[in-house]
């Protein structure tokens, strides 16, 4: 089950308390290299089922990719491997388009 969340309550709920979380950057490296959220850990799409090793069970996980579309291929395959506390913050875009800051 996974809980769409917006920039907004991603910053009040994660950033701002410094919140035990991982921000999962879900894009391939060049678009991650290119700009990125603060904090987030790139482990592309294509690549996430032999990867999941790298990604914790004990905190929650929050998804983002560029426009949303990876996000919720990724929270399936997350899903189907037993991870239970996932957030689906969509994409850059949206992130940008609220006014909030890239690396």
């Known amino acids: 089950n996974i809980a769409s969340i917006n920039p907004q309550s991603y910053q009040q709920q994660f ?12 894009r391939t490296p060049e678009e991650f290299a290119q700009e990125r959220i603060a904090g987030a850990v790139n482990i592309p799409l294509q690549v996430l089922p032999e990867r999941l090793r790298d990604v914790p069970q004990d905190r929650p996980v929050v ?8 996000t919720k291929m990724a929270a399936q395959i997350l899903t189907k491997a037993g991870y239970t506390n996932l957030y689906d913050l969509g994409g850059l875009m949206q992130w940008k388009a609220a006014g909030l800051p890239v690396q």
Do not use: E, I, T
Not at 63 to 68: E, F, I, Y
């Open 63 to 70: 998804l983002v990719c560029r426009s949303g579309n990876r």
């Open 15 to 26: 950033q701002k308390p410094k919140a035990a979380h991982l921000l999962l950057d879900v």
